[in-house]
């Protein structure tokens, strides 16, 4: 069976390939043929995606889908995100979440107990899409109620550089005052930034 692998990270900072040996492996293991690779850095609440749009062009009816999780193919908004839904099912797509055990069903041929797994997969899927949107929404709010706070407090402030610059800097900064004793590793991870990022910003807060 043909697999599409699709690779998402949302700054410069990361590298889309990150997960790429990974997923080669799980499509080797369940014995996948892989068609094409794509990978962009850009943000998962964008729909519009270069890749992601070429991969859904040519993509052809009974091939896979495969991302590394949920969060990688979408932090969409919940209409964005039906879109994008309706998509895949339109083109007659599987898709296969390798972090989500009950999606790897969707590789093996269906009797009743494959049915079954469907309903179940669709509900997680479902769930962690509107974890991931839930997630990027609080961010949002915890950015922005940090830079008002900022402002509140020193009303010549002004943010220098890009906004998404400063916005990701309040995320970061943010993070490292509420969790002192978390790695830099972990930080990076849920600001989805490099590991560079946070140790620059670190050395900029010292």
Same mark, same amino acid.
């Given at each position: 069976?043909?697999?599409?692998?699709?690779?998402?990270?949302?700054?410069?900072?990361? *590298?889309?390939?990150?997960?790429?040996?990974?997923?080669?492996?799980?499509?080797?293991?369940?014995?996948?043929?892989?068609?094409?690779?794509?990978?962009?850095?850009?943000?998962?609440?964008?729909?519009?995606?270069?890749?992601?749009?070429?991969?859904? *062009?040519?993509?052809?009816?009974?091939?896979?889908?495969?991302?590394?999780?949920?969060?990688?193919?979408?932090?969409?908004?919940?209409?964005?995100?039906?879109?994008?839904?309706?998509?895949?099912?339109?083109?007659?797509?599987?898709? @296969?979440?390798?972090?989500?055990?009950?999606?790897?069903?969707? @590789?093996?041929?269906?009797? +009743?107990?494959?049915? +079954?797994?469907?309903?179940?997969?669709?509900?997680?899927? &479902?769930?962690?899409?509107?974890?991931?949107?839930?997630?990027?929404?609080?961010? @949002?709010?915890? +950015?922005?109620?940090?830079?008002?706070?900022? =402002?509140?407090?020193?009303?010549?402030?002004?943010? #220098?550089?890009?906004?998404?610059?400063?916005?990701?800097?309040?995320?970061?900064?943010?993070?490292?005052?509420?969790?002192?004793?978390? #790695?830099?590793?972990? +930080?990076?991870?849920?600001? &989805?930034?490099?590991?560079?990022?946070?140790? =620059?910003?670190?050395?900029?807060?010292?």
């Amino acid at each position: 069976m043909n697999a599409h692998l699709y690779l998402r990270a949302s700054t410069k900072d990361q *590298d889309a390939n990150r997960a790429r040996i990974a997923l080669e492996a799980f499509a080797g293991d369940k014995g996948l043929n892989i068609v094409d690779v794509y990978a962009e850095n850009i943000s998962g609440t964008k729909l519009n995606r270069p890749e992601l749009m070429r991969l859904l *062009d040519t993509a052809q009816p009974g091939e896979i889908l495969l991302c590394e999780s949920v969060d990688r193919l979408s932090r969409l908004s919940q209409t964005d995100w039906e879109t994008l839904k309706a998509t895949i099912k339109a083109k007659g797509l599987k898709l @296969v979440i390798a972090d989500l055990p009950t999606s790897h069903m969707m @590789v093996k041929d269906k009797g +009743i107990t494959g049915q +079954i797994m469907d309903v179940i997969n669709d509900m997680l899927i &479902e769930l962690m899409q509107t974890m991931a949107r839930l997630d990027q929404d609080k961010r @949002v709010e915890r +950015i922005n109620q940090g830079l008002a706070n900022k =402002r509140a407090a020193e009303p010549e402030w002004k943010p #220098s550089g890009k906004g998404k610059n400063v916005a990701l800097h309040e995320q970061v900064k943010s993070l490292m005052q509420e969790h002192p004793t978390m #790695s830099a590793d972990k +930080i990076a991870k849920l600001a &989805e930034c490099g590991v560079a990022t946070v140790y =620059r910003i670190k050395r900029e807060l010292a």
